[in-house]
Every structure is written in C-alpha cells, then in structure tokens.
C-alpha cells in the first residue's frame, strides 16, 4: 500500500467518469441557467435556487467516489485511536477529533451528491434535509477550524513550557469545541443563514453577502497561526541534534501544515472570487471556481486522513490493523514483527510532541546548569569582599554573557573524551543562550557564609549531575505551583525557577537580605546562593529565571518518613481525607499540612535549649520577612530516619549535624527534624491584596485565610506554628 494509493484510486474513478460524460456532453455546466446573481437585482424563490445552484456534474462525481475513501481512512484512525493507549495523548485525540469531523463532512458531501444525482436539482433551503445537512456541516467545519487551532496553540505551549511542564484537560477542549460549534450552527439556523450557497452545498446560504468575506478574515487567521506554528517550530530548535524520529515527525508535521494551508488558500480564493463573480463581474465562465473550491474541500479530508496514517508513530498500527483486516498481504513472520513493533511502540507512552518538549527540557535544564556552574567557579576563584565593602548598589548590577558550545568547551576543566560519550548516550547538548548573572557580588558574599558546609563547585558539578538531569526531565508537571525544580547529586542545592513579579522586589530587598543572613547566620531561612536568568539567542525569547538555593533536606529521599508544610492557617490547610485510613508508604510521599501535623506528631521535641534557640531564631526571620513585605512563607519541616540513613551510608558527612536546621528528637532514637523557611519570596503586592479581599468575601474576616497582610502573617506564624510546635 502507497502513500497516495487512496488518492490515485479516486482520481482514476473521476476520470473515467468524466471521460464518459464529456462524450455526452455534459462535461461543462457552467452557463447562464446555472449563473446565480447575488447582486440585488434579482429575487429568486426556493424552486429557482434548486435549479441554479446545483453541485457542477464534476463535483457531484467527485462528492461521490472520494467520500468513501475519506471516511475508510478517518475509521482507520478512530480504531487506532481506541484500540492503542499511546495514541491518546496529545495531540492523538486531535487527530481522533479530526477523523470524526472529518467522517461527517464526507457523508455531508456524499448524501448531497446521491441527492442530486436522484433528484435532478438541489434540495430546498427550507427542506428538513438541507436544513439538517447544513447544521451538521457547519458543526463539523467549526469543529476542524478550532482543532486545527487548538493543535496549533497547544503545541507551542507545550514546547515554550518546555522546562515546566504543560497539561491541558482534553475532556475541556472537547466539550468548549462541540458547545461552540452546536451555539453558531444554532445561531446561524435560527437567523435562517443556512440553506444552500453559491457552492450548490447545504451550508451558509448563499443570500448572506458578508459570508465571503467573514471567511477570508477566519482563513487567514487560520493560516497565520499554523504556519507561525511551523515558523515558530523552525526557529525555537534549529541547532538542536533531535533523535532521526523525533526530525521526521516535525517535517511531517510541516507537511500537513503546508499542505492544510494551500487547501484552505484555495478555498478562500474560490469563496472570494465566487462572491465578486455573482456581485460584480457576473460571468457565468468564472464558475469554475465552484469547482475547484468543491474539489479542495472534498479533496482535504483525503489528503490529511493519508498524512496522519503516514505519521511515522502511527504507521506501525496502521499497518497491523490493515493486516488484522486482510486488507494487505503479510506473512505470518512479518505480522509477528510487526505485532511485537506496536507492542513495544505502546509500552512508550511518550507521543511525539512529548519526546520532542523532552529533547528541548533536558538541553535547557543541561544548558543551565552548565552555565551556572561556570559562573560560580570564576566568581569564586575571585577575591572575596567583606560584608562592610558592600553596598546597595551591588544589588543591581549584573553581568551578561553568551552560553554556547564553544565557551563550555573551552571552559570546562573534566574528561571531554568521557564526558562526549556519555552526552551522546544521553542526548545532552548546549542551546546556545544568553546568561544574566544578577548582583554577583552579593550572592557570593552569600555563599561564603556556607563555604564550610556546602562544595558549591562539588555539588554543581555537571558530570556528577547527569542521572540528576535526566530525572529532572520527568518533571514536566513542575511543582505546586507549576515551576521547576533541579536536586543536584549530593542533595545540598535545588535549582529552582522564579517569576518575574518576584525577581524585582527581590533585588530591591537584596541587600538588607544579605545584611540580615551576615548578621543572622544561625538563620533558617533557607539561603538563596545565586540567581540568573536565561533568555535563547535563537527562537523563543521567553526569558527563565532561576535560583540556587539550599536544599533543606540534605539527604536522600528514601529516608523521609514525614514532609510538613506548615503557614500557621487552618483554613484549607488539610491534605489526607477525615475517616480514611493510609498507607505508610503514601503518608511519605505526601506533603501534609497543620492539620496532620496536629493528627501525627503535636510537637516537635527537642532539647530545651535547642528549643529555645530555634524560636528565637524563626521568631526572628519571620519579623525580618515581615520587615520586608513577604507573606505567603511556610515552615517546612522533614522528619527523617537517621538511623537507616547511618547504617546505609559509608561516610556521613559531619557537618549534616552540625547545621542550625538539623535537629535530633530527644523521644525517638534515630529520629532527626530538618527545618527551614521555604517559599518566601512572594510580596504582598496588588494581587496579594486581591487574593486576601476575595478570601474574606467567600470565607469571612474571622476565617483566618492564608493570605494576610505582612505584620499579622508573621505573628500568626510565631504563635500558631513557632511557640506551639516547639
């Protein structure tokens, strides 16, 4: 079976036909008796426009013999889509949608065909079959419209959320087309806009003037963004070395774009001249274009149905159900083969847009981290400033610099031998960027206080952290709050993304932060050692802010038998359902609020004097905050097993035990309590002030919401979590 086996049958059919009714004479059926004058001048009655309008005899044959092709194609794709898992994804249930409007379209055109050749003549506008022809045509054009749209759209989310991850709820989509789609079919029906048009179709009647021109305007925005889809794609990741699969599925793609783009380009050429014919120029020759807009439309559905079951992915189950269905002649061997390639295929879960977002992260997050670590090595290899050198303006400078392959090679002091084997096994490679570096010597002041505690070179290092990148590729959902987070290989440091509307006031506070962390370095305020922001020199210029920050749990995950996020609320601050019993192992997985805390540990118990300390000094950071204008901050609090940890480790580092956040529980052998301010960078700005306004509308004033103005959030946080868990 051919690429265009369907398409050559069809137009063979067409042909032959053509060839017999051309020797009859009826070829040709653009004349005068067939010209509909939309000028004005003329009122025509419904049995007149039955006789004008008529489907040209080339276009009934073709409304005929490709419909069934079509539709054969769209039903392929409908029983891949349900029968194989992997293709559910995005953007299968596009091309699932598609196949659908698609196998409505073509018995719209078929029936309409059979209609004519039967009847003589088009059916009336008011008759119940054109009328119910039109509304689910116009259903199913709107439908295809927005699809292709939301095809469009979504893909370039998910590849500019690349690093953070993109989830759309298809069963949304789904539902906003169908509303959208049945409300203009109901409201064009109901303005008597349906009937026929000067297509001789059941669609948009041909009495409304502005439908012409209304379609030009929805084509050529419809054409824009597909092909700034195309142009977009090109551009964001031209330099990029993707897997051989993951290139020919992007020049698929660009196909059915170019390809869905000139079919759509001559119906807007058609529908234009069309309407300037019957208005203006009035020659009964020019009608042609009602054919050529006929054959584009019926042609369309044909020619993307084949490209789709040529996708690279899904060709491998084309071919296995065409095989099931006797449809093609496959020996036992081959069928075997090719059962076990859709097996295999299935078990990858990943769709093509998928791997291709997967490519883009693990460069940018590869990308970054190299960058960073570089920066960090030079400016820690420079003589370091005591904290009276400093100043205010040090908050503000930055330094800007270009990240390409060239200057990491060139910079980076490892094994290149070993390193390039491994990056070609893990496809790890350099996007080339711009780096900005902001208040360098503040940041670094910074991480001189823990230069006893953390090797920052060490713990960034990028050969170390290779396992740690690819981990961090499956983080596309990102966070809570939907960014992204980077552990590094010995758990000291998190790379974590910052918005816009939180690097600003930081900068502008920076200094008085670096002045508290000098005078304050019991704080436990978790340290931010470094911030940057990245923008591409090629493609997007969304711009990715990052921070290097301590990581509060120090050690590795598996060893975690609690995790608390505690903000002194009780409104909503509850995870695990009342009444429901939980497993031990969920219980580690979760991040649980006030509520558990209260259920499953009361207090934290410690010496006296060490609980002593560690009030004074949250007390003390939470004021500091407040000072500040910080709200929203949360007390986030690892109960671990030591004693598993120990017996699984060769060497435990000493300086784990001798940070201000590591705290051993006096009741519990083994038992220690990691704890550190989190999430503190969050100002309490306009839409903090909205966001409070509206909980106490929907809450009232005395449900102590989380969100409250800076001084009451710090002192909620003293007496709610500091004096009574401690």
């Known amino acids: 079976m051919t690429r265009g086996s369907f398409a050559k049958n069809a137009l063979f059919l067409i042909s032959l036909s053509l060839l017999h009714n051309k020797a009859q004479g009826d070829f040709l059926d653009y004349n005068k008796d067939k010209f509909y004058d939309c000028s004005g001048g003329k009122n025509y009655t419904e049995e007149q426009e039955q006789d ?66 039967s009847e003589g003549n088009s059916p009336k506008s008011s008759d119940a079959f054109c009328q119910l022809t039109a509304a689910f045509g116009v259903i199913a054009l709107t439908c295809q419209y927005i699809y292709n749209l939301a ?56 009495s409304n003037k502005n439908t012409s021109f209304l379609n030009i305007i929805v084509l050529v925005a419809f054409n824009g963004i597909q092909w700034h889809t195309v142009y977009y794609l090109k551009k964001v990741v031209p330099n990029m070395q993707l897997r051989e699969n993951s290139i020919k599925i992007i020049n698929h793609y660009s196909l059915y774009v170019v390809m869905s783009s000139i079919t759509f380009m001559i119906f807007l050429i058609s529908d234009f001249i069309e309407s300037m014919n019957c208005g203006y120029i009035k020659e009964p020759d020019v009608n042609i274009f009602i054919t050529i807009g006929n054959l584009a439309r019926v ?30 002649s496959m020996d036992p061997e081959q069928l075997q083969q090719l059962e076990e390639r859709s097996r295999a ?87 080339p960027i711009r780096m900005t570096t902001h208040s360098p010597i503040l940041f670094r002041h910074i991480r001189d206080l823990d230069i006893d505690v953390i090797d920052f070179s060490k713990s960034l290092d990028v050969m170390k952290n290779q396992d740690q990148l690819m981990q961090a590729v499956g983080q596309a959902d990102g966070g809570r709050s939907g960014e992204f987070f980077f552990f590094t290989h010995d758990n000291q440091l998190i790379l974590k993304t910052l918005k816009e509307e939180e690097l600003v006031p930081f900068k502008k506070n920076l200094y008085s932060y670096v002045e508290y962390m000098n005078q304050n370095q019991t704080s436990m305020i978790s340290k931010i050692y470094g911030m940057y922001s990245f923008e591409a020199i090629k493609g997007d210029n969304q711009r990715i802010n990052l921070l290097v920050m301590k990581n509060i749990l120090c050690i590795p ?57 560690v009030k004074q000094i949250l007390e003390r950071d939470s004021q500091f905050l407040a000072k500040l204008q910080y709200v929203d901050y949360s007390l986030l609090i690892f109960k ?11 060497q435990t580092s000493k300086q784990l035990f001798q940070s201000f956040n590591c705290m051993k529980d006096v009741r519990n052998n083994g038992i220690y309590y990691h704890i550190g301010i989190i999430d503190y960078l969050q100002e309490y700005n306009y839409k903090k002030k909205i966001e409070h306004k509206l909980k106490e509308v929907r809450y009232g004033i005395q449900a102590d919401a989380s969100i409250q103005e800076p001084n009451y959030y710090s002192q909620r946080f003293i007496e709610q979590i500091v004096k009574k868990i401690f």
């Open 52 to 117: 004008i309008l008529v489907l040209p005899y080339i276009d009934r044959i073709a409304f005929l013999i490709i419909p069934p092709f079509s539709m054969f194609i769209s039903l392929l794709v409908i029983i891949i889509f349900i029968r194989f898992n992997q293709t559910r994804s995005f953007p299968g249930y596009i091309s699932f949608a598609l196949a659908l409007t698609d196998m409505v379209l073509n018995i719209s055109y078929f029936s309409q065909a059979i209609y004519v050749f």
């Open 557 to 613: 995950r598996e060893y975690i038998l609690r995790t608390y996020d505690l903000k002194g609320s009780k409104l909503g601050r509850q995870v695990l359902v009342n009444g429901k019993d939980y497993e031990e192992a969920l219980l580690r997985k979760r991040v649980l609020k006030e509520n558990e805390f209260m259920k499953y540990e009361k207090k934290i118990y410690l010496q006296e004097k060490e609980s002593v300390l």
């Open 151 to 206: 095809f469009a759209v979504i893909f370039q989310i998910k590849i500019r959320r690349s690093l953070k991850g993109y989830t759309n709820k298809q069963y949304y989509l789904h539902a906003f087309v169908l509303v959208v789609s049945v409300v203009i079919s109901m409201v064009s029906m109901s303005l008597k806009q349906n009937g026929l048009n000067l297509f001789g179709l059941c669609s948009f009647s041909s």
């Open 299 to 328: 042609f369309l559905p044909l020619f993307q149905g084949i490209i789709r079951l040529t996708d690279p992915e899904i060709r491998q189950y084309c071919l296995y159900i065409l095989a099931k269905m006797k449809m093609i």
């Open 640 to 650: 671990l097993d030591y004693k598993q940890f120990r017996l699984d480790q060769i």
């Open 345 to 431: 295929q299935q078990m990858n879960q990943d769709s093509w847009v998928a791997e291709l977002s997967k490519d883009l992260r693990i460069s940018t997050v590869f990308t970054m981290l190299c960058s960073i670590y570089l920066d960090i090595l030079e400016e820690d290899q420079k003589n370091s400033l005591g904290f009276k050198k400093l100043c205010m303006e040090d908050s503000q400078e930055i330094i800007q610099r270009v990240i390409s392959n060239t200057v990491v090679n060139r910079r980076f002091k490892f094994d290149k031998w070993n390193f390039q084997k491994d990056n070609q096994r893990k496809q790890f490679q350099i996007v």
